[in-house]
């Protein structure tokens, strides 16, 4: 049976780029509001939204594609949408 996530068994998917430490922060502290998970994919490499950790063990050079596990996203991506590529 699949994992439930919350918000929904429904998944956005997009890419982003961060090219600065100061666009992780803001990154992070929009994240941060949404009950919803919300991942990070770079190559093989898959972190939790939320870590600003886990941001930083990515590969930022490149963009990055955003897992939103939810059905309805639209304030989330309307927040987001200067890091969209």
Partial sequence: ???EHKGGNYM???NISLKSITDVKDFVNIVNKYDFDIDLTSGRYVVDAKSIMGIFSLD???PIR???HT???DEFCEEIKNFLV
Wanted: charged residues 35%.
């Fill in 60 to 62: 930022l050079s490149k």
């Fill in 71 to 73: 059905d309805n996203c």
């Fill in 66 to 68: 955003v897992d939103v």
């Fill in 1 to 3: 049976m699949p994992k």
């Fill in 12 to 14: 956005k998917s997009f």
